[in-house]
């Protein structure tokens, strides 16, 4: 892995922990009561609350953050100022249409024959899908700055 590369996990690896020490902390519970339910030590959710998170693995921050029910999207880029963990709130919204609902439904059938390992791997090309998706969406924005079609 080059110097890039581990700049990136690291970025990745403070947002994750951060999310997860906002959702703890919300709680109103102590921390060893909110490590006994995420299944970690309570010396691990400290460091993880306390930015210490260098010796945690990005593979365990993430399980952490699916046992707490967070919704995240990861976003790499071409450098480590790119990357980032952003809360979601996809899992919050009502389906806007009957088509959106049989999508959502076919989705959680879908899931629910995933190993937790094909999930994982299905969630971060959903995210890099997105981030294709929103870089293109800046790229047509700079293009055409003043918003007007030039197909009229």
Excluded at 69 to 75: E, I, S, Y
Excluded at 94 to 109: G, I, Q
């Amino acid at each position: 892995m080059d110097a890039s590369e581990d700049e990136t996990i690291d970025a990745l690896r403070g947002d994750v922990a951060l999310q997860i020490a906002r959702a703890t902390g919300r709680g109103g519970v102590t921390q060893t009561e909110a490590a006994k339910r995420l299944g970690i030590p309570q010396p691990t959710l400290s460091k993880i609350v306390n930015g210490r998170v260098e010796d945690i693995s990005l593979e365990l921050l993430i399980r952490i953050a699916v046992r707490a029910g967070l919704p995240l999207a990861l976003q790499t880029g071409r450098g480590p100022e790119e990357a980032g963990a952003f809360r979601t709130l996809a899992r919050q919204r009502a389906p806007r249409s009957t088509v959106d609902a049989a999508a959502r439904e076919s989705r959680l059938l879908a899931e629910q024959r995933l190993t937790p390992t094909q999930r994982l791997e299905a969630f971060l090309e959903h995210n890099q899908l997105l981030a294709e998706l929103h870089r293109s969406g800046r790229a047509a924005s700079a293009s055409n700055p003043s918003g007007e079609s030039g197909g009229e």
